[in-house]
């Protein structure tokens, strides 16, 4: 009998980790993309806006995030920039 037990507790405990190994198979064949950001120093000068900057080094993302995004970085209010200042943009 306890023979018995000792086979079903190995054929159970097989057949948990085989589960665990199929999800861990499933999982790593998954492709994982890393974003990397850095920033890029702008020199604001006469005429300047930060919907202007921001188009010139514009990528992937919606144009009022990225706006939104500069101001926050910069802790300004991009309706209001001063020429000379220098503003962080975000490349990603």
Do not use: W
Not at 28 to 44: P, R
Request: hydrophobic residues 45%.
């Amino acid at each position: 009998m306890k023979r018995i037990k000792n086979v079903i507790f190995l054929i159970a405990a097989v057949c948990v980790m085989s589960g665990f190994m199929l999800l861990i198979i499933a999982y790593s064949n998954q492709t994982v993309v890393a974003t990397v950001k850095h920033y890029q120093s702008v020199q604001v000068v006469s005429g300047d806006t930060v919907s202007d900057i921001c188009k010139q080094y514009h990528q992937e993302r919606h144009m009022n995030d990225f706006i939104k995004e500069v101001g926050e970085i910069n802790h300004i209010d991009p309706d209001k920039i001063t020429d000379g200042n220098f503003i962080l943009i975000p490349i990603y």
